[in-house]
């Protein structure tokens, strides 16, 4: 399963090589099998764990920490997907010259003893360390210290570099925050995509397996994370490598803190965010089912609905109209919406509206600004209550993708360029229209994935489209084609978080989403 992991993990793993009671060469073999680069560290050949050498040549050899960190740095770069081993041996004077007679007597011993499965491992390394009188032991205490000492310096040489970005180099000073200098303008090195929409603190509770007893305590997990549509978006984008301007509001209080701290640690840009003395940080509660999937939820948004007034977004015009990109989270207040769209519209700032919840979803509608927007992100629910909204009468719901071509027409007639529609397992649809008036569909199946949870799973798949189209530095209104390359790195984005506990997975960068597109 290690080898498996290997083949498809970017992770550079530091090692002295295999023990001998396996067999190294198929081992090797594998890893080939599985394009996993085996580097010696200064040795031309594979380490036997306990003794420098193996007999077996490595894929490549590296003579430094320094040349080790190029290595990484361009296997990270050429988005393999892939990782890679750095085989480090062990110093020849802690090395255990003789342990392979001791190794084995012990496999021995186990055949004879009947030692199976998860036991055998335990059953030999202290077999081997009883017949060599410890040095097997010391040996391996060395080979972990040695391996500690490379590992720490591969490291260092790695953050020495320029911080890789396979999308696009990054402004030096992308890390770097904005100085707020007057109502509604930020001095920025370089232009970042602006996000409105609501940060909250997510709390939410998992019941066991057939425990779910109604109106009576349930035994389950509860946990407590970073969340808000227009947040988790923001984190999506900052791990694809565009830390995004952020417009939101959180309270002065605890949970205002810790929001703003996580998301300086992603080198967000926080400086329009509105800290509120009388409201407090927007909550959002939700329970899943067993399999991992919303049940209910419950939200206290007051202070988004509060303090995102029309006025606030007028203040920071400058801002919106100098953004390269807009993304609007329907949890904002419909006169706000208009006034950001507007806004937006005016410098040629393309808008990507995320439909967020059914409940809130014809917002855009009601703000009368559909027609301004660039791209609609939205589910199957969601687009049957917006097509409501515009038809001014009920819709039938679609139950599969393939249903919802009237629907996406009806979007698109509306004036908007591209419609992305998601329906968990079954995948995406991506619907955009054509100079001659048509429209242009295509399919995407769902990735494979083992579901953890799936909050936060739309949000990061946003996140993750529209840093694809800013990787392909071109307009929200481009061609198709583009968005069918953006669309793939975002359902890779949406795959990760899904198998997370978290509403972003801490997984995603910017060459796990660049391999998926290719």
């Known amino acids: 399963a290690d080898l498996t992991e290997l083949g498809r993990t970017p992770v550079a793993v530091v090692c002295a090589g295999a023990k ?22 200064c040795c031309d050949e594979f380490p036997a764990f306990f003794v420098p050498s193996s007999g077996y040549p490595v894929s490549c050899r590296v003579n430094s920490a320094a040349e080790c960190a190029q290595l990484v740095d361009k296997n ?55 017949l060599t009188q410890g040095k097997s032991l010391s040996t391996n205490i060395a080979l972990i210290k040695n391996n ?42 370089s232009p970042r995509p602006v996000v409105l929409g609501a940060m909250a603190i997510d709390v939410i509770g998992t019941p066991r397996p057939s425990t779910v007893r109604s109106k009576k305590s349930t035994p389950g997990q509860v946990g407590m994370s970073f969340g808000g549509v227009g947040r988790n978006i923001s984190e999506s984008l900052a791990r694809c490598g565009f830390p995004p301007q952020l417009i939101s509001a959180v309270g002065t209080d605890l949970p205002g803190d810790l ?27 939700t329970t899943l089912d067993s399999g991992g999937s919303l049940h209910v939820a419950v939200t206290d948004f007051d202070i988004i609905e509060a303090v995102l007034t029309p006025s606030y977004i007028s203040s920071i015009a400058t801002a919106i109209s100098s953004a390269p990109y807009a993304v609007l989270d329907a949890n904002a207040p419909a006169a706000a919406m208009r006034v950001f769209c507007e806004l937006a519209y005016r410098a040629h700032v393309p808008v990507l509206y995320e439909t967020t919840t059914e ?20 589910n199957l629910l969601e687009l049957c209550t917006v097509c409501s909204a515009l038809r001014n009468s009920a819709v039938a719901s679609p139950q599969k993708l393939a249903d919802t071509q009237p629907l996406v027409r009806m979007v698109l007639a509306a ?4 419609v ?27 990735l494979p ?23 392909a530095q071109v307009s929200l209104v481009s061609p198709h084609a583009v968005y069918v390359h953006a669309v793939r790195g975002a359902l890779a984005a949406a795959k990760l978080t899904c198998e997370s506990a978290l509403a972003v997975s801490p997984l995603i960068t910017p060459a796990t989403i660049l391999g998926a597109r290719n």
């Open 259 to 285: 929001l703003l701290r996580q998301c300086a640690e992603l080198a967000m840009d926080t400086s329009l965010v509105v800290r509120s003395p009388t409201h407090r940080t927007a909550l959002l509660c």
């Open 20 to 41: 001998s009671l396996l067999d190294i060469g198929r081992t090797l073999e594998y890893l080939e099998t599985q394009g996993v680069t085996v580097a010696g560290f």
């Open 76 to 130: 990270t770069r050429l988005g393999l997907g892939s990782g890679l081993v750095v085989a480090v041996p062990v110093p020849s004077e802690h090395a255990a010259w003789g342990v392979a007679a001791a190794i084995d007597q012990a496999v021995n011993e186990a055949n004879a003893q009947n030692v199976v499965g998860k036991d055998v491992t335990p059953f030999l390394l202290q077999r081997v360390n009883e």
């Open 420 to 446: 992305v529609v998601t329906n968990g397992p079954e995948g995406v649809l991506l619907a955009s229209s054509r100079e001659d008036g048509d429209c242009h569909f295509q399919k995407f199946d769902a």
């Open 415 to 418: 004036g908007v360029r591209h």
């Open 359 to 378: 409940a809130k979803a014809a917002r855009i509608i009601e703000a009368g600004v559909l027609g301004l927007v660039a791209c609609v992100k939205t």
């Open 449 to 471: 994935v083992k579901i953890v949870n799936t909050n936060g799973a739309g949000d990061t798949f946003t996140g993750g489209l529209v840093a694809g189209l800013m990787a």
């Open 148 to 189: 500690a000492a490379v590992g720490a310096a591969l490291a260092a040489a790695l953050q020495k570099l320029t911080p890789p970005s396979p999308w696009a180099e990054l402004d030096a000073t992308a890390g770097t925050h904005a100085r707020t200098t007057t109502a509604g303008a930020a001095t920025r090195a």
